[in-house]
């Protein structure tokens, strides 16, 4: 594995949220400043392809990338757009039973409002 790859991995490990390849080149420009952003963007592209991370898609953002895991879908606050991870382990399973085939993956956000946003308002 290439230094920038293990630094790009080590961001996204770390990470408190969901980052966005635009985050993880600030963070890794930090501590490589040499890094390029075609870097950033061909290493997150080549782990998502190898299912070491995960990209989250989400209509009207930037994607985010996050270190890959237990399955899991994602709240997004409607107000300041924040994501979090919900795990719903019957879904999956009530999908497979509902279309009656093999699920090879899905992704689900549900639309909220967080509990900071909730209480500003």
Known sequence: MTKQRELILQILNHADRHLTADEVFFLA????????????YNNLNAMTDAGVIRRVHVDGSADCFEKGGADHDHLRC????????ITLPWLTERLKQT???????????????????????
């Open 29 to 40: 420009k930090l501590k490589m400043p040499s890094i390029a952003m075609a870097t950033v």
């Open 78 to 85: 409607d107000v300041c757009g924040k994501l979090a991870n």
């Open 99 to 121: 279309v009656g085939k093999d699920i090879t993956g899905y992704e689900l956000t549900v639309h909220y409002i967080c509990p900071d946003c909730k209480k500003r308002a």
